[in-house]
């Protein structure tokens, strides 16, 4: 069964930064499966922020661009979102999600909540 259990979030200050990261145990298929991190803010949808492929190929919304960063470490089964610059409006609950198309799976992890304020 796969686990995905996000950390780093916390209260920060506008313009300052978090690392969060996801750590994915019992993922066998981790390095082939794209991996992304979601975010919900109070009273929204559920959105993406960044995604990576298993080619490490990165895709960023307008909103994430610039600021956020993606990356993968194959071999801690981790994936982590560097966020710098951070706002108000990046206030809400990180997830991170795996994902493989072909194999049809799907997994989330439990979120960890980021909260921006002066």
């Known amino acids: 069964q796969v686990q995905l259990v996000e950390s780093g979030g916390g209260e920060v200050q506008p313009g300052e930064s978090l690392r969060l990261s996801c750590a994915a145990s019992?993922?066998?298929?981790?390095?082939?499966?794209?991996m992304s991190w979601y975010r919900q803010g109070p009273g929204k949808q559920r959105e993406v922020v960044a995604t990576?492929?298993?080619?490490?190929?990165?895709n960023y919304p307008d909103l994430a661009k610039g600021r956020f960063t993606i990356s993968r470490d194959n071999a801690k089964n981790t994936v982590y979102l560097q966020m710098n610059s951070l706002k108000p409006a990046d206030t809400a609950i990180y997830y991170c999600?795996?994902?493989?198309?072909?194999?049809?799976?799907?997994?989330w992890g439990k979120g960890t909540l980021v909260t921006v304020s002066s």
């Open positions: 990576i492929t298993s080619y490490s190929i990165t």
């Open positions: 019992g993922s066998i298929f981790f390095s082939i499966d794209t």
């Open positions: 999600n795996e994902r493989n198309f072909r194999r049809a799976t799907d997994y």
